[in-house]
């Protein structure tokens, strides 16, 4: 009885974590920074690239996790972005460019269907979240 609850518990721990990293040079790890790109280039002017800290994928869901820079590793002057010439950020708070985004594959196409620039929070915990993003995030996300 103890080594089936065991098991069960394994079993459980490996399925809460059933989401995969998409490796890099991947056409899905490109197609899901791909869909992140154009939000973050609005706020925080073209051309970015993105350092990935956290990249998850479960079906049809996916969550990122990514530090925005310019190619080449130069960093964003969070003051000098389009963001804060419309006054929709304040370079002051926050974690600079890092960038969190929950994103959805409609069709063939990955959509960044909500995302974050220099959150101080953990926003994507939000309860109605939760339902559809709780495989790539299911730490944040009580069942």
């Known amino acids: 009885m103890r080594r089936l609850l065991l098991l069960a518990a394994l079993l459980a721990a490996s399925a809460a ?12 790890r490109a197609d899901l920074m791909s869909a992140i790109r154009p939000h973050i280039e609005w706020s925080l002017g073209a051309p ?7 990249l998850r994928v479960q079906g049809d869901v996916a969550f990122a ?8 590793g130069a960093p964003i002057n969070m003051y ?5 010439r419309r006054n929709e ?7 600079g460019p890092s960038v969190q985004a929950l994103l959805q ?22 309860h109605e979240f939760c339902p559809l993003w709780h495989p790539v995030v299911p730490e944040v996300c009580a069942n």
């Not at 970015?48 to 956290?54: K, T």
């Not at 000098?80 to 804060?84: E, L």
């Open 105 to 126: 594959r409609s069709g063939r196409v990955w959509v960044a269907t909500h995302h974050a620039i220099s959150a101080t929070d953990v926003w994507y915990s939000w």
């Open 65 to 72: 996790s990514v530090w925005a820079q310019r190619p080449g």
């Open 89 to 95: 950020l304040d370079p002051s708070v926050g974690d």
């Open 80 to 84: 000098a972005t389009p963001a804060v």
């Open 48 to 54: 970015v690239e993105f350092v990935v800290h956290d």
């Open 17 to 28: 974590n059933a989401w995969t990293e998409p490796q890099r040079g991947t056409q899905l």
